[in-house]
RNA sequence: CCGGGAUUAGCGCAGUUGGUAGCGCGGGUGGUUUGGGACCAUCAGGCCGGGCGUUCGAGUCGCCCAUCUCGGACCA
């Protein structure tokens, strides 16, 4: 146990209060910083970094299916957000608006985007005149502005990076394709680089996105078995074209309205990441998106050779590709352990002056704490191997963790019972209703989170209604 | 937005009946150390969250505001 240690004893233990231990978190692990405006943070270096690794892997699984990156502008006129109703009225209680430019009063005042489906059909409107034009696959990485009321770091900023993804098409069937891919994308990304399992489905009427037909979804479980929503993507059939006076002459010459996507991915998923993977030590990073994938530490690093030892040894796994850092500040050996478990970097490789005599280096992994002799003959492949074995540990215990607290219930007060308990997913049976839905809300305090793509088949009761009904729906208490 | 708690040095806190501020850690420097949060010496660091009031005098009392935090409501 750690002794007088304050640093270990100034973060609150993960069951003991999971909220204060995700907030502690963040800050002691130097991911977020707080600012003199309430809900706008400073990411830090190292929170970041987390992101510009996922922004790298994102973009590049976009371009590589075709999308272009663009910039829109940071601000909608009122009248060009009000084109579409169902949209306005989803956003219009949380945008901030300029009224003022220099000393002069605005003739319209402009809202900071909350999001930018407007701004790109208004484009579209100018450049989308023939079926030769789509589809349109655009990107675009940018923040955009929430007035939350309140705020939370990496769940829920006032402001908060990520990107947005529109895309045109001639024909529904195609924007559906598009939008499932991305959501593939999505769960791509959780469950290949950050280690975080997802299940793919369809949000409710009642859950879905201000304007949308339909909204795929990917939800995650935190480590207290709370729900996270780690990316969505819309079809919008051909709502906002139609209201955007997007038209374009078909092969058939006919005037018709293109169908619409977007999708999103913000840095909440760092929050879901930390609260996936964090234990009472802080941070614990999956190795494909950690900033430091394996930090070397020189011990006893006064002594002749250690340090150049330890060098040499970051070159190696420098050359092989792996984000390395040495650890050379004059901070003592324990210090420098507890420092990097805070920050979650996946590997500790040790080398002193024993190792030097052996050939070995000592690695310490993060995820399960084990600590292996590793001979400097094998070592890059023992350290890939090591990279690898850590990401499929951490995507297993985060599967087990979501398995173990997923239930299947019959009753309204079977849902009620599992979640006031320890809480988790809860699969019913569901007619489909929003009355229904609600009523759930109101007698079990949940809401839906979505209805999964892969479904059992069978038939059973919605447990408000009664009626018989052959669609599953999960249900749980979300961040 | 509603309710509870908080705001004094970088961090964590103490500060009595109102009399212009202290401790620990951290930081700098010099030295000894280094395989799980080292040690000695020494130095620096504060408009007591902001405003208004009461008072000869406010960290301390009153009112207002801001921010953080934990619940709840809300959340495309």
Not at 39 to 68: C, S
Not at 185 to 206: F, H, S
């Amino acid at each position: 146990m750690a002794k007088d240690s304050r640093q270990v004893d100034a973060i609150t233990r993960r069951d003991t209060d999971f909220t204060q231990w995700y907030t502690d978190v963040c800050v002691k692990a130097e991911l977020i910083g707080y600012t003199t405006v309430k809900g706008m943070f400073v990411l830090r270096p190292y929170g970041y970094a987390i992101w510009e690794n996922i922004q790298k892997e994102l973009d590049g699984r976009f371009k590589a299916t075709g999308h272009e990156n663009v910039s829109m502008p940071l601000f909608i006129p009122e009248s060009l957000l009000q084109k579409e109703k169902d949209h306005i009225e989803g956003f219009a209680p949380e945008c901030a608006w300029v009224t003022m430019g220099g000393n002069e009063k605005l003739e319209e005042r402009l809202c900071v985007r909350p999001t930018s489906e407007t701004l790109f059909c208004s484009h579209w409107a100018d450049v989308v005149h023939s079926w030769r034009d789509l589809p349109k696959l655009y990107n675009q990485w940018c923040s955009v502005v929430r007035w939350e009321k309140t705020s939370r770091p990496f769940l829920r900023h006032r402001e908060f990076l990520w990107q947005e993804g529109h895309t045109l098409h001639a024909t529904p069937e195609e924007a559906i394709a598009e939008t499932e891919q991305q959501l593939e994308t999505y769960a791509d990304l959780c469950e290949n680089v950050l280690a975080m399992p997802v299940i793919r489905g369809c949000k409710t009427d009642k859950e879905k996105f201000a304007g949308a037909e339909r909204t795929y979804t990917i939800e995650c479980m935190m480590h207290d078995h709370t729900a996270l929503q780690g990316g969505t993507s819309h079809y919008f059939g051909n709502g906002f074209p139609t209201a955007f006076d997007i038209a374009f002459s078909d092969k058939n010459n006919q005037l018709v309205h293109p169908y619409e996507t977007s999708w999103g991915l913000s840095t909440r998923i760092i929050g879901g990441l930390i609260m996936t993977h964090g234990d009472d030590n802080g941070l614990v990073l999956p190795p494909r998106v950690a900033p430091i994938q394996t930090v070397v530490l020189p011990i006893a690093q006064h002594k002749e050779g250690v340090l150049d030892a330890a060098r040499a040894l970051a070159d190696r796994l420098g050359a092989m590709g792996i984000r390395v850092k040495v650890d050379d500040s004059d901070q003592s050996a324990g210090w420098k352990f507890a420092q990097y478990e805070m920050k979650g970097v996946p590997l500790r490789v040790e080398i002193g002056p024993r190792d030097i005599e052996k050939n070995e280096c000592v690695a310490a992994r993060r995820d399960t704490g084990e600590k292996t002799v590793i001979s400097l003959d094998t070592l890059e492949d023992s350290i890939r191997a090591l990279m690898d074995d850590i990401h499929n540990n951490m995507y297993a215990m985060a599967k087990k963790n979501m398995e173990d607290n997923t239930f299947e219930a019959e009753t309204v007060e079977e849902v009620k019972k599992i979640v006031d308990g320890k809480g988790g997913f809860v699969k019913t049976k569901w007619c489909g209703s929003t009355e229904c839905e609600n009523a759930m809300k109101e007698r079990a305090g949940v809401t839906s989170r979505c209805v999964p793509f892969v479904q059992d088949g069978k038939t059973g009761v919605c447990p408000i209604c009664g009626k018989q009904s052959v669609k599953t729906v999960i249900w749980g208490v979300a961040y």
